[in-house]
């Protein structure tokens, strides 16, 4: 297993965010999370980067335990959130932007090679290289997002509501940049609120509830699940 | 006519350097730190004062106090950072109202230390640039020209072309997402704050000789500095270099045709103007940094 969560609990202040929630995720595959408002799904993908911290259970990743560790360590691990709202340096430029992605890697000439390769990926990121990234749209401020994120070289990516706010056929693109990275060998945790879309580009699937895991499966049986359709997929 | 223009516009770079070194340290500060730092103005005299012991009373060379008058400053900044801001940290008015306590404790040792009358310090160049029949200037003040132009080179190389330089900007502008690319907040602090109040005590320590050193000298800085960054924008390092010059100009200018109180008064006004016409000042905008 990839990474490995074991009960956990987070509290924001005296409010249970989520309660004992267990959740792995296996080499190469994607997995993805939904659930409705305030169900802990954003609190959960923090607790894997150490974002948050946790008050209970325990985060493996690799066999090694990654809870406790600062989010600033936890990257250095092999672990990359894109998170909500895409959080992106809006003075810096595009290329700025990616580079601090790089931030903590020592090995220049594979940087500048996986740079090349997020622009190859991005074609519109190589044309607003020299852009301030405030300046560009919802779609391509996304693209950045993903692309700051792979230029850590991770072995996961944590990606949060990555079609909030985009047109559909911006999510498409998106969709689809998703299955591509998963299929060059990264795994992925999903966390999204367009449950469809989720639910169409994951192998397995958790559904939380108020804090706790209320359902999990693969993906495409909780898509025909009846429970599920008519909770989260509005059918 | 042209000479007096020419003469009082030299005098003007001289005064647009060390205001701008003193406005981009809190700027800086700022943008990393959250914090407005109240304590700036007596960083400013730390500086000068180091000028005073090292250079005046202990006759080492000028060059090397100024040195001495960066590093110590700096460390200065790494104190605050330590003692009052990471505690205080997602706490901008606890941190600001500490700043002011400090600044206490700084026009107060340096008192203690040194006494408040006005320090005499032993001119470093009675040098005169001659520039024109009537335009000159004093190669002392020159220094501080030339050494504003290094610094704050080697301060925009620094921002906009080294990894730390990012980091730095990328925990001004965002610092969650910053820590999500392996970025220690903890770290892009230390180094914030000791360039900010390094640049200030070299700002200090590099006019001593040529101003009136006392333990309340801080106080003209800092205001000097909050109209800057104000004018120029609240986070926005150009907008406080271009700030900076725009209002030694004027207030150069104003102090020598028409004098003093009258280039303070318009200091102020052309502040309250910018604050009405654009609130977020002329570079600024709601980001920082």
């Known amino acids: ?235 | 006519m042209l000479d007096l223009l020419a003469q009082t516009g030299l005098n003007a770079v001289y005064a647009a350097s060390y205001i701008s070194l003193v406005a981009v340290g809190l700027v800086l500060i700022f943008g990393v730190m959250g914090v407005i730092n109240f304590a700036h103005g007596e960083l400013f005299m730390a500086g000068a004062y180091v000028v005073v012991a090292v250079y005046a009373d202990m006759h080492m060379p000028f060059f090397i106090a100024v040195v001495v008058g960066l590093l110590f400053v700096g460390c200065l900044g790494l104190l605050m950072e330590r003692a009052l801001f990471r505690p205080l940290r997602d706490n901008p008015l606890g941190g600001l109202v500490a700043s002011i306590g400090f600044l206490m404790i700084l026009q107060a040792l340096a008192t203690m230390g040194f006494g408040v009358r006005m320090e005499f310090i032993p001119p470093v160049t009675q040098h005169v640039v001659q520039l024109g029949e009537n335009i000159s200037i004093p190669l002392a003040r020159v220094y501080v020209i030339v050494a504003a132009i290094v610094l704050l080179s080697a301060l925009w190389y620094f921002l906009k072309r080294t990894r730390f330089g990012w980091a730095l900007r990328a925990s001004a502008q965002d610092p969650q997402a910053a820590e999500l690319q392996g970025i220690s907040i903890a770290q892009t602090a230390k180094i914030a704050m000791f360039i900010g109040a390094g640049l200030a005590g070299i700002a200090g320590a590099l006019t001593a000789p040529l101003i009136s050193v006392n333990p309340h000298m801080g106080h003209s800085v800092i205001v000097t500095a909050f109209i800057v960054i104000i004018v120029g924008g609240v986070g926005s390092l150009e907008g406080a270099i271009i700030a900076s010059i725009a209002y030694a100009f004027v207030h150069t200018f104003v102090t020598t045709f028409y004098g003093g109180v009258i280039a303070d008064i318009t200091g102020l006004s052309l502040m309250l103007i910018v604050l009405i016409v654009k609130p977020t000042g002329l570079f600024g905008s709601a980001d920082r940094a």
């Not at chain 1, 074991?6 to 995720?25: F, L, P």
């Not at chain 1, 985060?59 to 090694?64: P, S, V």
């Not at chain 1, 406790?68 to 250095?76: D, I, Q, R, T």
């Open chain 1, 1 to 235: 297993m990839l990474l490995e969560m074991k009960g956990i609990a987070v509290n924001y202040g005296k409010i249970n965010a989520i309660r004992d929630i267990s959740i792995q995720v296996p080499e190469g595959k994607i997995v993805t999370i939904i659930g409705g408002n305030g169900a802990g799904k954003t609190t959960t993908l923090r607790a894997m980067s150490g974002m948050v911290p946790i008050t209970k259970g325990e985060i493996t990743f690799e066999g090694k335990r990654i809870d406790g560790l600062p989010a600033s360590k936890v990257v250095a691990h092999g672990i990359a959130h894109v998170p909500e709202g895409r959080r992106i340096f809006p003075q810096m430029t595009v290329e700025e932007n990616l580079r601090t992605g790089a931030f903590l890697r020592r090995d220049k000439d594979a940087v500048e090679n996986d740079l090349e390769d997020v622009f190859k990926r991005f074609e519109r990121l190589r044309e607003r290289r020299t852009q301030r990234a405030q300046t560009m749209s919802g779609g391509e401020q996304q693209m950045l997002a993903i692309g700051r994120a792979l230029m850590s070289a991770p072995r996961l990516l944590l990606m949060d509501e990555p079609s909030m706010g985009l047109a559909p056929v911006i999510v498409e693109e998106i969709a689809v940049i998703v299955e591509e990275i998963n299929a060059q060998g990264l795994s992925v945790v999903l966390v999204e609120q367009n449950a469809e879309l989720a639910l169409e580009l994951a192998d397995y699937a958790y559904v939380l509830e108020t804090g706790n895991c209320a359902m999990e499966g693969p993906a495409h049986e909780l898509h025909d699940n009846e429970t599920v359709r008519a909770a989260y997929l509005g059918i």
